[in-house]
């Protein structure tokens, strides 16, 4: 029983930090002076990041409401995507080097780990 519950807590606790820090530090280094990267910031409005920004590759709905914004970050020939997410009141809760499907993934199993405790 107790490796059982410290498997899962060390489970939750390894899914829980990846979604709150960069996948990879050298996309980061690579992307640390684009707009999106440099300047969007928790709380920022929809319409500030989409000034800094650009339009969106694409928009998707979040289950719990929201929304988020895939970008295509371009360096030396090389593409990155990038996510901005904003909760329902249109602020940004979330970024990061991955797609809003990766990260809804990532926060599902984070969901379901807990779930299970």
């Known amino acids: ?7 899962i807590l ?6 829980a930090a990846c979604g709150s ?4 530090p050298v996309d980061y280094v690579t992307y640390h002076e684009e ?4 300047q969007v910031e928790n709380g920022m409005t929809m319409q500030r990041v989409i000034a800094i920004g650009g ?4 928009v ?12 295509i970050l371009n360096r030396d020939g090389k593409q990155q995507a990038y996510y901005v997410r904003f909760d329902a009141t249109g602020h940004v809760d979330a970024k990061g080097f991955k797609t809003c499907e ?9 969901e379901k780990a807990k779930a299970k405790l």
């Open 55 to 58: 339009s969106p590759s694409t």
């Open 1 to 7: 029983m107790y490796k059982h519950t410290l498997a």
């Open 60 to 71: 998707i709905d979040l289950p719990h409401g929201g929304t988020c914004n895939n970008y």
């Open 21 to 24: 820090r960069p996948e990879n």
């Open 102 to 110: 990766q990260r809804q993934v990532d926060d599902d199993a984070v």
């Open 35 to 38: 707009p999106l990267v440099k």
């Open 10 to 15: 060390l489970t939750t606790a390894t899914l």
